[in-house]
């Protein structure tokens, strides 16, 4: 499908949201893979129904900041299982442009939200306004706004056991040290984390997605996983590039 | 009741999971494995393969396009993976690079029950594609691979040949336990916002729906000529299409695009086959080639 890019928000300098005039059939959690003229196909999630938010890492990514409104672009999706709605009181956790995902979710759920944001500086924080009307704690690492500390310092001084469910997004660090949280917690089966991993089909024939030791594909079976299956999983261990080869998490 | 043998390898049931689908990592193979009658991995080289820029796969209204680019860990590296393989189902190691590289791939894989010569990728030039269309080529390749080793090989075939069954009649001169037809037509999609080729490589393989009629008339013909058994490939997505396959003489099948369904494909397949078989009294003996009899 070809959508012509309707609106164009910088969230800050590297980061922004495109906006285009039509509303994908989807829920929350789930992606689209955008092929971007000139440069790469990349997966990334949606930030609302008509909206993805990139933040620029590398060249294709980059390339998006740059694109103008008018832009037409190649999307295939949305794909995805996305994220299940529960009642009761949901937490939502998100680091850095994890929150991308998050802010449509927070915007679906609608109610008995609670949300936990970090990053490092507060020149990172996006839909700042928008998350502010909502009961958020906001997080840097140095201490220019909110608490100071990272989410997993503030989950650990919550009282986690109040929640029916658990929302999570944010980098693979972030989530590795939040599994073990959740696990002595025992409140892993609470939880639906969605997880990234690289990508090349994004409809569950390539197996470039795949996580180990069962076989899911990122790209169908998740990218929102219950946190019990990550536990034992190779989130926060390892991860593969694109010819198939592991890599081992520094940190 | 649905227990097929090709050379001395045993399948539970006819159908196999095709090279190049969910088959680079041991995890993914070890989930199909539990269903399929046995699994093909992704097509492994000398060297680590990074593979073409996304976009590597693209879905058309009749199936999709892939040009992935042979991308693996290199032969070593994916050794390693393959040592957790579970023997749930025969388990084969697709082959891919020149004919010098192809003979010294064998050692590294002793999990392996058998080997996939891929001599037919359409869009990875120098390997593949080139070496697929010259039967006497074809032929000294499998004699060298035999070589190294005593357990079944097969020649993955083009179909963008002139003549698909000269090139299968090399395989069988030079050793080849059996042959899978086909692999991907080689087609193009074009952008026309943008006016160019979608795929970064312009040209890719199409597979799934649309190539089932050319797939099944290459089983056709080879099993017309060939003795050694054929292994169907292309367009599977329901039983139907299966028994089509058999029909036309594949003693197996293997099912690549249709997994964009589901892993349960497999399940589905097995399923009606075997309703198939009861309704119509038949065994699979009776139908693997039957429309060369009726
Ligand atoms: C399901 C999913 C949802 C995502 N959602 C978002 C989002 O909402 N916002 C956002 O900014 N980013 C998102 N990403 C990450 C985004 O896809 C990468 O940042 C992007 O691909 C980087 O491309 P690049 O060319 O700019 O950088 P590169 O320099 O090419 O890569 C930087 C890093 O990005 C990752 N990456 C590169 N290509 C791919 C690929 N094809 N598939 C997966 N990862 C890749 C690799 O880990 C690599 O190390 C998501 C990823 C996945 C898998
Ligand atoms: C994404 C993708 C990757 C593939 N990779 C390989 C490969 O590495 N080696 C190979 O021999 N065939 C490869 N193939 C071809 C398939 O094994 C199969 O021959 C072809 O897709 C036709 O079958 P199908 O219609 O059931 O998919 C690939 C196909 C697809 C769609
Ligand atoms: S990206 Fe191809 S299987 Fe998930």
């Not at chain 1, 802010?103 to 939200?113: A, K």
Request: aromatic content about 8%.
């Amino acid at each position: 499908m070809y959508i012509r890019i309707a609106e164009k928000v910088m969230e800050n300098p590297e980061t922004v949201t495109l906006y285009f005039s039509y509303e994908f059939p989807s829920v929350p959690g789930q992606f689209v893979m955008v092929d971007v003229p000139g440069k790469e196909e990349i997966p990334v999630s949606l930030s609302s129904e008509s909206s993805i938010t990139v933040k620029a890492v590398g060249d294709t990514t980059q390339k998006m900041l740059n694109l103008g409104k008018g832009t037409i672009v190649g999307i295939r999706g949305p794909y995805g299982n996305g994220f299940k709605a529960v009642e009761g009181n949901k937490l939502v956790v998100g680091g850095g442009i994890g929150i991308a995902p998050l802010r449509y979710l927070v915007r679906w759920l609608e109610r008995d939200i609670d949300v936990v944001y970090g990053v490092k500086t507060v020149k990172e924080f996006i839909f700042f306004e928008e998350l502010r009307a909502k009961n958020v704690v906001f997080i840097t690492e140095n201490g220019s706004f909110g608490e100071k500390g990272t989410v997993i310092d503030i989950l650990e001084s919550m009282d986690l056991g109040k929640y029916d469910q658990i929302y999570v997004c944010g980098p693979e660090m972030m989530i590795a040290s939040i599994l073990n949280l959740f696990e002595r917690e025992k409140i892993l089966p609470l939880t639906q984390i969605s997880v990234e991993r690289y990508m090349k089909c994004g409809i569950g024939i390539c197996g470039s997605c795949c996580i180990d030791p069962f076989g899911l594909r990122v790209c169908v079976e998740g990218p929102v996983f219950n946190g019990e299956i990550l536990k034992n999983s190779e989130i926060g261990k390892y991860h593969r590039n694109g010819s198939g080869r592991k890599y081992v998490w520094k940190n | 009741m649905l227990e097929v043998r090709i050379g001395d390898m045993v399948l539970e049931n006819p159908t196999v999971l095709a090279s190049g689908i969910m088959g680079t990592t041991v995890s993914s193979l070890n989930r199909i494995a539990r269903v399929a009658g046995g699994v093909v991995t992704k097509s492994v080289t000398s060297e680590p393969r990074e593979g073409f820029k996304n976009p590597t796969v693209v879905n058309v209204n009749c199936g999709i396009l892939n040009a992935v680019g042979l991308s693996n860990p290199s032969a070593k590296l994916f050794a390693q993976e393959l040592e957790r393989y579970n023997g749930e189902a025969p388990l084969i190691v697709s082959l891919a690079g020149s004919e010098e590289e192809i003979p010294e791939l064998v050692s590294f894989f002793p999990m392996a029950q058998g080997f996939e010569l891929n001599l037919s990728c359409p869009h990875v030039g120098s390997m593949g594609a080139e070496l697929g269309s010259d039967p006497e080529l074809v032929e000294n390749i499998c004699r060298r691979v035999k070589k190294r080793t005593s357990k079944p090989i097969f020649v993955k075939l083009s179909p963008n040949v002139t003549d698909i069954v000269e090139i299968g009649r090399g395989a069988e001169r030079g050793g080849a336990d059996g042959v899978v037809a086909i692999n991907t037509l080689r087609a193009m999609v074009i952008d026309v916002e943008a006016g160019k080729p979608i795929l970064s490589n312009r040209i890719g393989g199409l597979s799934g729906k649309a190539i089932k009629p050319v797939a099944v008339r290459c089983v056709y013909e080879l099993f017309e000529t060939l003795k050694i058994p054929v292994i169907g490939c292309g367009g599977i997505i329901t039983w139907r299409d299966a028994v089509e396959f058999l029909m036309a003489g594949a003693s197996a099948v293997q099912i690549g695009s249709g997994v964009f369904y589901g892993t349960s494909i497999f399940k589905s397949v097995i399923e009606g086959i075997k309703d198939f078989l009861v309704r119509k009294n038949l065994s699979l003996e009776d139908v693997i080639g039957m429309a060369h009899r009726n």
